[in-house]
């Protein structure tokens, strides 16, 4: 498109906003947001200009880069693909199959090409050694899923549009818009929930914007959320408050939650989080006595020490009060491209602790290790050892813990490929760099998103710019590595046909596939409703979880969506660029339940087999001294690639240490002044921030900022650097039972540096100098 106006999603975070951009000889001249959008009614944040930016900006890399030494050069595709395929090859011919590691960051999931084409490059690289951003996020979550409901990506939604009473604990989805719930203008959303007398009550370590708009706020200590949770399942039980009734049927192990949570008083944890054991009790009684209600969390409560019982609370509070699959509560969605489904026919659910990592021994959940022990697989000798590493749509040195550490692992590697059209903190430790299109140069589609929102819809948008004649989509890229490494293992013509196969439909075609076939899609045999009667006689015939039943019931003739609108296709999407409104979330209960006996399995053993881990809690004191670190959520920013938008970053330096005018104070801190944080594993120095919104013993530090290391080419982002966090956070704490980082209640001390230091530490340069091999591409650079 050259001139008009291009209708699209925006896909720089979870809220999937519409956007109207208007084009005038091939230039962007506004980006607004789309009011004829279905879902988010005209919102957008300010997030969205930085698409512009990124599609304008210089520093964004559209050739594919080779290190020569310490300097980077220009190389054609072929060359870096087979350079690629050959060096990654032959490393696991010497060293074994696990001996790449490879990490995908989470911009893969806003990318359907990226997500559709992904699985057979994992397939085709073969190795063990896979990690994600998921395990510096939403894992408990994904476990919680699995082990409930039998599917890692079955997630409850709040029914947000319905509910009377919202209790939202360690989230702030007035700055997210919405975490593991796509809720566009949640602003909106929460004044039309007031405005119907409903409540909203926030409940966080910090007064965050959230927390401004509630009717009621909470103060809660970092760390102690599950106390929390589990003192009001105390109290649902000893008030008689439960409301299982009407889920006996599909209900197990009641009793073995009622034990666990028996010693667990709402004033023997009124101590420990801050919350008065009266205040639990009214909130407990709210919730289980308003009809449409429900309690959510996110990554206040899943990224600490007691994330995977914290988040399994959640979800039995939920299911106790009966709210789990009613309108206005938390809600199953029923997506146009069901993911869960497809899933689950495949064998796909999910599964935990199949195998362990090297090093620590630590489970893998859905076939990756958690992150914290990416270094420890690289840095540590042995048989297995990662020597190898593949980075896709990430920056784990600034969005793991202990980054440095991790630096120092990439760069003794002895080949690194990233996947990122941006040179930044991680590959600056790369050999060859394979820079993707930017967004408005491919067509989007919201296979996972649509799956996480308050309301089921779907929209689709083709590129807005035509890319240039030798650049590559994410699908393009992760196709051809793929099939080039299968070559290389010679693997036999059946992947060779599959590849051609992959690669003819592309990922707008086969979008297109899951859509017809899909719940809302196309019939094509002729008669309509008058095969629906033969079909459900048909499935009646099979078992209720027989392969051939769940194919046609997830079909535009199932049973189980036989009232919902059909005739999808991308052809409609495209005939109505505003999307398409599929109806809010319903119940779906017992049906959409993917446990092997139909039941919630209310008390996994591993989460009972934690409790006394957080009953010793109890007896812990944290240090006097010490203050809990939790990170902060900010509008204008999302992870570590959006600092290079001048337009994001310019203003007052958002990267700062939020403290209690209390501990100021008792430190000699004063506002604005520069502060050394350090931990056991690292320090930073940044300006520091009294605030009153935010408990005494409690310091906030942002994700994502740490840009003044050597060797990236990120300029504006360079010029508003910011500190790390994650150079404090200790890479080997982590939560035992689901495997997530402790991102939020780790240890941090400050104390006060001299106005003359810098604000700032500036991080190591690569620290290595390879000079490409032309004669043996194949060899380890350990020579």
């Known amino acids: 498109m050259q001139t008009g106006t291009h209708f699209r999603t925006c896909n720089l975070c979870e809220a999937t906003c519409g956007l109207a951009i208007e084009v005038e000889q091939g230039k962007i001249t506004s980006i607004r947001g789309d009011t004829e959008d279905r879902f988010s009614r005209g919102y957008i944040c300010p997030k969205a200009l930085a698409l512009q930016d990124v599609h304008e900006d210089p520093d964004r890399l559209r050739t594919p880069l080779r290190r020569n030494g310490d300097a980077w050069e220009e190389i054609s595709w072929e060359e870096a693909f087979s350079t690629v395929a050959t060096r990654l090859a032959g490393i696991q011919k010497i060293h074994g199959r696990n001996a790449i590691g490879v990490y995908l960051g989470n911009p893969n999931v806003h990318n359907h090409g990226a997500m559709l084409a992904m699985m057979p490059f994992l397939q085709a690289l073969g190795t063990h050694n896979r990690f994600s951003a998921t395990s510096n996020d939403q894992l408990p979550h994904m476990l919680a899923n699995l082990e409930l409901f039998g599917h890692q990506a079955l997630f409850p939604i709040p029914d947000i549009d319905h509910t009377d009473l919202f209790i939202c604990i360690g989230a702030n989805p007035m700055a997210s818009n919405g975490s593991l719930m796509t809720v566009p203008d949640f602003r909106g959303r929460l004044k039309d929930l007031q405005a119907r007398g409903g409540r909203f009550v926030a409940i966080d370590p910090r007064r965050t914007e959230t927390a401004d708009r509630a009717d009621a706020f909470h103060y809660i200590r970092p760390g102690s959320d599950a106390l929390l949770l589990m003192a009001m399942v105390n109290t649902v039980f000893a008030e008689g408050l439960a409301q299982t009734a009407n889920q006996q049927g599909w209900l197990k192990d009641l009793d073995l939650v009622r034990l666990a949570a028996g010693p667990f008083t709402p004033e023997k944890v009124s101590v420990h989080t801050g919350i008065d054991a009266q205040a639990v009790r009214e909130l407990t009684r709210d919730l289980a006595n308003t009809p449409r209600a429900l309690i959510y969390g996110r990554m206040g409560t899943s990224t600490q020490a007691h994330g995977g019982v914290a988040t399994w609370l959640l979800y039995v509070l939920n299911i106790l009060t009966g709210k789990l699959d009613r309108p206005g509560g938390m809600l199953f969605t029923a997506p146009a491209v069901d993911l869960v489904t497809l899933g689950g026919l495949s064998g796909q659910k999910g599964h935990f602790g199949r195998r362990y990592s090297r090093v620590r021994g630590l489970p893998e959940f859905g076939g990756e290790f958690p992150s914290s022990t990416m270094a420890d697989e690289i840095l540590t000798p042995g048989e297995g050892q990662i020597r190898a590493f593949v980075a896709v749509a990430g920056n784990p040195a600034l969005s793991s813990p202990n980054g440095r550490r991790l630096e120092q692992a990439f760069a003794q590697l002895d080949f690194m490929v990233s996947v990122d059209y941006y040179l930044n ?7 060859i760099i394979l820079p993707p299109v930017a967004s408005l140069e491919r067509s989007h589609y919201d296979l996972i998103f649509n799956a996480l929102a308050v309301r089921n819809v779907a929209k689709f948008a083709d590129a807005l710019f035509e890319p240039a004649p030798d650049a590559r989509t994410d699908w393009e890229i992760m196709l051809e590595l793929g099939q080039r490494l299968s070559a290389e293992k010679k693997r036999g013509w059946q992947d060779s046909i599959s590849w051609k196969l992959m690669k003819l439909l592309g990922p707008d075609r086969l979008t297109d596939l899951l859509l017809r076939t899909g719940p809302y899609g196309v019939k094509v045999l002729p008669g309509g409703g008058l095969l629906e009667p033969g079909f459900d006689s048909l499935t009646r015939l099979l078992p209720r979880k027989h392969w051939l039943r769940e194919l046609l019931d997830m079909g535009p003739y199932g049973r189980p969506g036989r009232s919902l609108p059909k005739g999808l296709s991308l052809g409609k999407l495209r005939k109505n660029p505003h999307g398409i409104d599929l109806g809010p979330l319903r119940p779906s209960l017992p049906q959409r339940l993917q446990t092997h006996d139909g039941k919630i399995n209310l008390a996994p053993r591993r989460y009972l ?3 006394e881990r957080l009953q010793a809690r109890l007896d812990n004191p944290p240090p006097a001294d010490a203050l809990q670190l939790i990170g902060r959520r ?29 501990d100021a104070a008792r430190l000699g801190l004063t506002d604005g002044q520069s502060v050394q944080a350090h931990s ?68 941090v001390w400050l104390t006060p540096v001299p106005s003359s230091s810098p604000a700032t530490g500036a991080r190591r340069a690569p620290g290595k100098s390879r000079q490409y091999n032309e004669d043996n591409p194949a060899a380890t650079l350990s020579e």
């Open 425 to 431: 903190e991680t590959n600056r430790h790369a050999d």
């Open 634 to 662: 900010q509008l204008r920013s999302n992870n570590s690639w959006m600092h290079n938008s001048r337009r994001l970053v310019k203003g007052k330096s958002r990267c700062t240490a939020v403290v209690n005018p209390a």
């Open 680 to 747: 056991d594993v690292g320090r930073i120095v940044l300006p520091v921030e009294v605030s009153d919104r935010i408990m005494a013993g409690v310091v906030s530090i942002p994700h994502g900022w740490g840009h003044d290391g050597q060797g990236t080419r990120l300029a504006v982002a360079e010029a508003h650097a910011g500190a790390s966090v994650n150079d404090l956070i200790d890479d080997h704490q982590v939560d035992p039972v689901s495997g997530v980082s402790v991102l939020n209640g780790q240890y």
């Open 609 to 611: 087999a934690d409790v």
